[in-house]
């Protein structure tokens, strides 16, 4: 079982690197991701210790970060969203 699961992400990397490099992106998508992913952090961060929300720590991790780095600041509000729904955080 081990093995299959290797082999499919050898496969899945192969076939992304044979995307990228036929398409030609170049390393400029790289830069733009890091910078949203830095954006992501920053937002995150004010979030969390600037007071502007009390009672709702967002914690950094990958998973949050992904989802404001690629949702932009409609993630920080699903994010808020959901911790509130799930936890019952009161605002």
């Known amino acids: ?3 299959a699961v290797w082999l499919v992400l050898i496969a899945c990397v192969g076939m992304l690197l044979f995307l990228i490099l036929k398409k030609r992106l ?4 790289l830069v733009v991701f890091g910078a949203h992913m830095g954006l992501a952090a920053i937002a995150l961060y004010v979030i969390n210790y600037s007071g502007w929300i009390t009672q709702v ?7 949050t ?9 409609p ?9 509130i729904i799930l936890f019952g955080q009161a605002i």
């Not at 170049?26 to 998508?29: A, M």
């Not at 970060?65 to 600041?73: C, E, K, Q, R, S």
């Open 1 to 3: 079982m081990k093995g």
């Open 26 to 29: 170049g390393i400029s998508w």
């Open 57 to 63: 720590y967002i914690p950094i991790n990958p998973v």
């Open 65 to 73: 970060m992904g989802a404001v780095t690629i949702l932009g600041l």
């Open 75 to 83: 993630g920080i509000v699903l994010l808020l969203g959901l911790k």
